[in-house]
């Protein structure tokens, strides 16, 4: 069943919601790559984002869920290193929101689960976006025998790309990676300016 999932920054002047979600049309994942560990240290939220292991929880969609609601110019672009993704926040309090690639080619954001409301969620999290599929780019801190209840296999690594691989394609071929409201439907070129630092 199609849910809709409310977003909000920390301190509530950014609101937006993700239309029409379902564990089909999305793929949840826990990223533990540096960029994503020094993205919650630059906004000095790493206790609230990051896990036991370091990893981010994001889950991705087409861009065409997402609605907002209020607070647009409060939103600010990071990009840490030059080929780096692109960190939308919340500048009114240093929430994440969600992540794009700096090409349009992967037509998809990463939405933070730090910034969804859970407290407005009708049903349970995972009922709406389905279980996390993989746990990528593990460092040393990762318990390596806790891979499989992870799903840090490159098992599990294969399977969430066969799965999410035909979900990109549909969402390119109907033109969604035009839908992002903060990026030249075009050229993919942020319309904010790009920060490399908070
Ligand atoms: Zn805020
Ligand atoms: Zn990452």
């Known amino acids: 069943m199609k849910q809709d999932i409310p977003l909000r920054c920390v301190c509530g002047k950014v ?17 533990c790559c540096n960029g994503c560990r020094q993205y919650a240290h630059v906004l000095g939220r790493e206790e609230e984002i990051l896990n036991a292991f370091g990893g981010t929880e994001v889950f991705q969609l087409s861009p065409l869920h997402l609605i907002l609601l209020e ?10 290193t030059p080929k780096g993704a692109l960190r939308w ?3 009114c309090c240093t929430s994440p929101l969600f992540n794009t690639l700096p090409t349009l080619n992967m037509p998809f954001i990463g939405v933070l689960r730090h910034c ?36 840090a296999t490159m098992w599990s690594l294969f399977t969430m790309i066969g799965r999410l691989m035909p979900m990109f ?25 790009v920060q490399t630092n908070i």
């Open 169 to 193: 394609f549909a969402w390119k071929l109907r033109g969604h990676h035009k839908d992002f409201p903060f990026r030249d439907p075009k050229t993919g070129k942020p319309t904010l300016p």
């Open 116 to 151: 969804v409301d859970e407290e407005r969620l009708d049903v349970p999290f995972e009922d709406i976006v389905g279980p996390i599929r993989a746990t990528l780019n593990t460092q040393d801190d990762f318990p390596t025998k806790d891979a499989k209840k992870h799903n």
């Open 89 to 91: 926040y919340a500048s």
């Open 15 to 31: 609101k937006a919601v993700l239309k029409d979600a379902t564990p089909a049309r999305a793929n949840r994942v826990v990223c």
């Open 71 to 80: 607070g647009k110019e409060h939103i600010a672009c990071l990009q840490q």
